[in-house]
């Protein structure tokens, strides 16, 4: 018998792909917002180049404006579109909020601060609502936010010309604490027109990216738009972080909806009424899937700078504005083919 030990190879070394060096690039193609910034940089430049007022001061004080008007409730739908659902009632819901506001506030007396309050507290509570059904029925919330859309809609329509005999609010800026509420939501911060909106737009977005990147919420609303079953698994309150996503969307289609009645000094029935596609259609651009679990919340405001520059910068190149439906409608097309394609790419460089 032979006493010669018997040469035994030693384990393969398992390596984690957490762990594993990456290049530049691929980091980059795993970014989500990679190409919404990528498009806004060129639209950008076009426009720039093409007009005079586009790269003024005053030119990006009108883009920004608009942006900021989109991406306010555009960073909570993109939010709840990586949670897995949907909200169609975000658009109305700004005309929902002015007009409950103004009615508050000029015909039942209130200040209007306490106006500002109630009116959180109702969107909230339709963000509840939306967000019970679609837990408690299993329905897409497709569906049910639809049907809360034509609600809101009939609401607006028919309540408001019950009470003032019209369709609009007006007056408001003779109610108690109209400049006071006016100075922090609906005001300009410079000489160039840059409008308050702006700051909450852009603080908006760091708190909801800090919240997907940093937090244990973060976590539950990627785990929740991923794989829900595998998330309730691991003890993920799926029906919990689903409800407060549609309040999330509600109070910030709201907020949006007091920015614009208080600029303004009025507010009307037909407020907001479409403008849900755009904050989804930033969100997709932004890069998140229609499918869930995946998109962040810088994208979904980078896609609303795109759709702001764009409409600004049509206006200024003296085209007629309905090329803006079709600049919507090719963008949203591009981004969802760009945007898989860098999927592709970012998973196919992890191999």
């Given amino acids: 018998m032979s006493n010669q030990a018997t040469a035994v190879e030693p384990p393969a070394a398992v390596i984690d792909e957490r762990m594993a060096e990456v290049s530049l690039l691929t980091k980059l193609l795993r970014r ?62 700004t005309g929902t909020a002015g007009l409950f506001m103004g009615v508050m506030a000029t015909e039942v007396g209130m200040n209007m601060w306490l106006a500002i309050m109630l009116t959180l507290v109702a969107a909230a509570g339709v963000g509840f ?34 009470i003032t005999g019209t369709v609009r609010v007006s007056g408001l800026s003779t109610v108690d604490g109209f400049e006071s509420a006016k100075s922090i939501f609906g005001d300009s ?17 760091i708190l909801a990216t800090w919240v997907l990147a940093r937090t244990r919420v ?15 698994n691991v003890g993920v309150p799926v029906a919990r972080v689903k409800i407060g996503l549609f309040m999330t969307t509600a109070l910030a289609a709201a907020l949006t909806g007091i920015m614009i009645a208080l600029r303004l000094g009025s507010t009307q029935a037909s407020q907001g009424v479409g403008e849900e596609f755009q904050y989804i259609i930033a969100a ?18 980078v896609g609303a700078l795109i759709i702001g520059m764009a409409f600004i910068g049509i206006s200024f190149s003296g ?19 760009i945007n898989n394609f860098v999927r592709r790419s970012a998973e196919g460089a992890r191999k």
């Fill in 189 to 205: 911060f410079s000489t160039y027109g840059f409008r308050l909106s702006v700051l909450w737009w852009v603080g908006f977005t």
């Fill in 32 to 93: 989500p917002e990679l190409g919404a910034l990528l498009a806004a940089a060129m639209i950008g430049l076009f426009f720039a180049l093409t007009t005079d007022e586009f790269g003024t001061l005053d030119g990006a004080a009108n883009w920004t404006d608009v942006a900021s008007t989109i991406g306010i409730p555009a960073v909570a739908v993109a939010l709840l579109m990586i949670g897995g659902e949907f909200d169609l009632s975000a658009g109305v819901m």
């Fill in 129 to 162: 609502i939306n967000g019970y059904m679609v837990v408690r029925t299993k329905l897409p919330s497709f569906i049910v936010t639809l049907a809360t859309f034509f609600v809101l809609q009939g609401v607006n329509l028919a309540v408001t010309k019950e």
């Fill in 284 to 301: 997709v651009v932004g890069g998140c899937l229609l499918t869930g679990g995946f998109g962040s919340a810088i994208g979904a405001a």
């Fill in 319 to 337: 085209w007629d504005t309905d090329w803006r439906l079709l600049f919507l409608g090719v963008i949203l097309l591009m981004a969802v083919l």
């Fill in 218 to 232: 973060g976590n539950w609303i990627f785990g929740v738009g991923g794989d829900p079953v595998a998330a309730r």
